[in-house]
């Protein structure tokens, strides 16, 4: 591949190749070395919607910490004492109800609080499987899958789907839905764990929504947005 590719003359799979070993040499590659437990990163992802890490982590800690780490003392907990342990994550109000659904669909369904059995099932299985929990969505169970068992989900988070519309590798309107599946088509499983890091700290650091740092950035040469290619044109 052309080091230095004209904007708008590579085919997306190209485009998508070259995001990726840019990403990897700006940031370096990250590896998957074991992921946690499955319900406390289904949990604790519920806890991170419309909230930053810092937030949620603090949530996720008090949840803890006040149940004894117990799911079957949160399932059957006061939701009042549920909104008072993850206030910090914000939106409480909502969370709460959903932990407890979740809580109780997973013991329903297996009897116990555990996960593992999603390490072995088809991934599209897994992901209906997971989005069938109430108050879990495509993106919550891809980041199950991924970083508890680096399967073959690639989760969209906001950044992920400003910077893929940016580049051209989604519509300027496409939902984070759509956009993954863009990417799991144009790139193998075995990438999504570094690609989904890298294209977050991209999105933090660089390719930030209100003002994007385009003369640092090595996306440049394929990005329909700074180049006004596409539907940015």
Known sequence: MNSDPEAGS????EKAKFVFAQLNALFGRPEWTGGGDPVDELIGTILSANTNDVNSSRAF???????????????TAPLEAIKAAIRPAGMYNQKAPHIVAALTRLRELEGCYNLDHLATMEVGEALAYLTAFPGVGHKTASIVLLFCFNRGAFPVDTHIQRISQRLGIGGRTDAAEKIKRIWESLMPPETYYPLHLNLIRHGREICQARAPKCEICPLQPVCDYYNRHGAWA
């Open 10 to 13: 590579l085919t997306l799979p």
């Open 61 to 75: 800690d008090q949840l803890k910490t006040a149940f004894g780490e117990d799911w079957e003392a949160v399932r």
